[in-house]
DNA sequence: GAGGCGTGGCG
DNA sequence: TCGCCAAGCCT
């Protein structure tokens, strides 16, 4: 409560500015005085964002939105579906590819599963590209164009609370509450939220709701997120730079790091298993697909065993895709959500066919393939650069 | 609703 | 080195 207080003290004492586009989602009791001083941090982080915004591929800059340029709503999408637990410089490069290949819904839609697969791996979560692929469908099949309401964008694959919402505001204009793990910090810091962050989220979603503004809500949502990336980090983050400095509780407590606060973590159980790089005379290499769910689902892998078996001979020959003298190659280790993978690479040379389910990719195909990173390494530690891309 | 689901960078 | 974590979604 007394954290409240700071924000309704900043608010009556700047009450002129904080008047701007805030009344209409007023709910509760103190959501008055919450959304006069939101309004007061949505004009201060506006006019932060207007001098201190980042250029980004798949974003309008305010001065472009003031002379009338729209988003393009697929671009909006397309990105924040990459950006979903993706650090923007990851992004990146994968952005302009997708637009490079796929500039519109439509071409996206008359693309492969398998050519989108290909484009987006190593970017991981992968289950993201699937539901592009069939979100895209179903927009081209509607028509090409997006819904334009949270509920609408909501029901389309891969669309959750989050997305739906930035795409309501950024694309179209929406007063949607942009909630993200930015916004959280931002806000857990801006009230010294002591709750943890798991238990805290609807306590955060209705304060942002309160600072939401009538205007420019898709700048109003970047600009939180801007913030939270370049000066409210998770650690270290630079407050003698933020323009909310004189509104924030946890800096003015003194130890905004502290914020928000999380519950401690299970352990990640360590994982075991053996993969298996045959390599045909022209370097050729012997590869699999994955079942379309679940780990890499969709994704095309080295043979490998089971990640829990023992690495011993026997298993080690029973697993291996066909009978043959298997070398050891070296061992990778992999770090995933929730669990650690090392892996005993075995390589051998071989100019059989290819076994039921496998394939053989040649050498300069490899680099193309829907390779998640765990098997790149594992194909680089039997044959340095095989996975690198090749000059034509 | 808790857990599955990748990867790379940073302090 | 290693834990944390980044514009979450789905079941």
Request: net charge positive; proline share 6%.
């Amino acid at each position: 409560m007394a954290l409240h207080d700071q924000t309704r003290k900043s608010a009556s004492q700047d009450s002129s500015k904080a008047a701007s586009g805030d009344t209409s989602k007023a709910g509760s009791g103190d959501s008055k005085a919450a959304s006069g001083g939101s309004g007061h941090i949505a004009s201060r982080l506006l006019g932060w964002y207007d001098m201190h915004h980042r250029d980004l591929p798949w974003r309008i800059a305010p001065r472009d939105l003031a002379r009338g340029i729209r988003p393009d709503p697929y671009r909006v999408w397309l990105s924040e579906v990459m950006l979903q637990q993706t650090t923007v410089e990851a992004v990146k490069s994968y952005f302009r590819t997708f637009v490079g290949k796929w500039p519109d819904v439509e071409a996206l839609a008359a693309a492969s599963t398998e050519d989108v697969m290909k484009a987006w791996a190593g970017l991981g979560y992968y289950s993201r590209a699937r539901n592009l692929k069939a979100c895209a469908d179903l927009v081209a099949r509607q028509g090409g164009r997006f819904p334009d309401t949270e509920s609408g964008l909501k029901e389309l694959p891969g669309i959750g609370a989050y997305t739906a919402a930035a795409i309501a505001a950024i694309a179209f204009d929406h007063p949607a509450a942009v909630v993200d793990g930015n916004v959280e910090r931002v806000v857990s810091r801006l009230f010294s939220i002591a709750t943890p962050l798991s238990e805290a989220k609807a306590e955060i979603r209705a304060l942002v709701e309160c600072m939401v503004p009538d205007k420019r809500p898709g700048d109003f949502a970047q600009a939180m997120m801007d913030l939270g990336a370049t000066i409210c980090t998770p650690r270290r983050p630079r407050c003698m730079l933020c323009p909310l400095r004189e509104d924030c509780s946890a800096t003015v407590s003194g130890d905004p790091e502290h914020f928000p606060v999380s519950l401690p973590k299970a352990e990640k159980p360590l994982r075991r298993g053996a993969a298996f790089v045959a390599v045909r005379a022209d370097g050729a290499v012997l590869l699999r697909k994955r079942a379309e769910k679940g780990l890499l689902g969709g994704m095309t892998e080295v043979p490998t065993t089971g990640w829990t078996a023992r690495i011993d001979g026997a298993t080690t020959d029973a697993a291996a895709p066909f009978p043959g003298d298997w070398r050891p190659a070296g061992r990778i280790g992999h770090v995933f959500t929730h669990f650690a993978l090392e892996l005993d690479v075995f390589k051998t040379a071989t100019d059989c066919a290819a076994p039921a389910g496998h394939f053989w990719s040649l050498a300069h195909e490899i680099s193309g393939e829907a390779l998640p990173t765990v098997m790149k390494k594992v194909i680089e530690a039997a044959i340095p650069g095989a996975t690198k891309a090749r000059r034509v």
